[in-house]
């Protein structure tokens, strides 16, 4: 397990030999800002077959930031078959992790609760002509 128990993911440190310092935890309002800017970063990735992004597509089933900057992302995809099941999580992993403020990312891929239509937001059945 990784810093806070989220384990895995990549982390911004480099292998130096030395063990790293320990992180200083996150003001609430840095702590915020940093989950505004997953936010926004999500809202950059989309599933090539769908024109919206997973964020408005209901993909994202929960962000939690860490005390440090740890980001953990639980997401799903429209269908376990998805064909961009290899590479969206980690398209999704790249953009957290470019976040300033973000120390490590994890993104857990989850099949429950299944995705359906209902999860998209307003304005992503809008886009897709399902209203």
């Not at 030999?17 to 989950?35: D, K, T, V």
């Not at 953990?72 to 376990?80: F, G, K, Y």
């Amino acid at each position: 397990m990784g810093i806070l128990g989220f384990g895995g993911g990549k982390s911004k440190n480099g292998n130096t030999g030395q063990p790293p310092e320990p992180p200083q935890p996150l003001s609430a309002q840095s702590h915020q800002e940093i989950e505004e800017k997953v936010i926004e970063a999500l809202r950059t990735v989309y599933d090539p077959e769908i024109p919206v992004n997973v964020y408005e597509l209901g993909l994202i089933y929960k962000i939690e930031v860490g005390p440090a900057g740890a980001v953990l992302v639980r997401m799903t995809l429209t269908s376990p078959m998805c064909p961009v099941a290899g590479s969206l999580p980690p398209e999704v992993e790249y953009k957290v992790l470019s976040i300033p403020g973000v120390t490590s990312a994890r993104v857990e891929l989850v099949w429950d609760p299944p995705w359906n239509p209902g999860m998209m937001t307003e304005a992503a059945r809008l886009q897709l002509g399902m209203f």
